[in-house]
């Protein structure tokens, strides 16, 4: 009796999910999608309700929540399409919250270089991170995640490399 309530419930709150989002009622949305996440975070549909929440924290004022929700989205898909969109706006909300936000910006940038295959979005996140890194002066990981960029061969063509060399050597400077 107890699951078939439960079963219920969880569906109720799905519908009413849908509901919100059909009425741009994102604030309400948030609400409902955050009491989803914590009452049934590993039920199948928990991950089409996160991107939900991000989605309508997206469309808020609130940006660090938007990072958070989007960096959740990254850490429950990963690897795949949506885990890349999600972790890409993540790390642009991150960066635009600027302070202490910027760390967490370069450490998801890192995580998701450090995870994915060789290619594209990957270097397009190792160099996020090293630049990112210098930038808000942690030189050490900045100069870890350039040596990264060369191990895996994602440096780019000889001016790229030129340019990463240059940013080691300052770094190396103002250690």
């Known amino acids: 009796m107890l ?26 949305m948030i609400v409902a999608c955050r009491q989803y996440l914590e009452r049934y975070g590993k039920s199948a549909q928990a991950n089409s309700v996160e991107v939900r929440l991000a989605d309508a ?7 660090e929540g938007a990072a958070v929700a ?9 690897n795949n399409s949506i885990g890349k969109k999600y972790a890409a706006m993540a790390v642009a ?12 910006g370069g450490e998801l940038s890192e995580d998701v270089f ?17 630049k990112l890194y210098a930038t808000i002066e942690l030189r050490v990981e900045s100069n870890r ?19 990463w060399h240059l940013l080691t050597a300052q770094n190396y400077e103002k250690l």
């Open 93 to 104: 909300r991150y960066q635009a919250l600027g302070g202490q936000y910027q760390k967490q």
């Open 57 to 63: 924290l997206m469309q808020t004022p609130d940006r």
């Open 145 to 163: 995640v350039i040596a990264k960029l060369f191990q895996r061969g994602m440096a780019g063509d000889a001016n790229s490399q030129r340019q």
């Open 114 to 130: 450090n995870r994915m295959p060789t290619g594209t979005f990957a270097q397009f996140m190792g160099e996020n991170a090293a």
């Open 70 to 78: 989007a960096h959740a989205v990254w850490k429950r898909n990963a």
């Open 3 to 28: 699951n078939q309530h439960q079963s219920q419930h969880q569906q109720m709150m799905l519908k009413l999910i849908d509901g919100l989002q059909v009425l741009s009622r994102n604030k309400d």
